[in-house]
């Protein structure tokens, strides 16, 4: 008989569980406006809009991102870094300062050190 009394408490325990969850999910927007008011203030402004926050002065920047400075960098072809003319791309001819150098190891799928034009082509 004591199984079926454990299993009634904790029933009855799972909906107040439940709405204790709740009220910690919604709380933060409730007590923090001010981020609503950015959001609000930045839209209509459709720039920049600095606050006043607890913390300190919080600047809020709202619309499309600028293009990256290094977008060129992702319409490279093996041709234009293949020094040794070996047809594929391995490390030391990449310049450091070029994204396809930090992203190397994501680029050679196959981690065989050379990046093939295939394997390029799927970098984008
Ligand atoms: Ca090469
Ligand atoms: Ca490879």
Do not use: C
């Not at 920047?61 to 870094?81: F, I, K, M």
Request: charged share 20%; net charge negative; aromatic share 4%.
């Amino acid at each position: 008989m004591k199984t079926p009394l454990i299993l009634m408490t904790l029933l009855a325990a799972a909906p107040m569980a439940q709405a204790q969850t709740r009220a910690v999910e919604t709380s933060p927007v409730v007590q923090n406006p001010i981020t609503y008011q950015a959001q609000t203030e930045a839209r209509l402004n459709g720039g920049s809009t600095q606050l006043q926050a607890g913390t300190g002065p919080v600047i809020v920047n709202w619309g499309q991102p600028q293009a990256l400075s290094n977008a060129a960098d992702y319409r490279v072809t093996v041709a234009d870094l293949d020094a040794d003319g070996d047809g594929v791309l391995t490390r030391d001819e990449i310049p450091e300062s070029h994204a396809l150098y930090s992203e190397f190891r994501l680029v050679d799928s196959n981690r065989d050190g050379r990046i093939t034009p295939e394997e390029l082509a799927n970098w984008r």
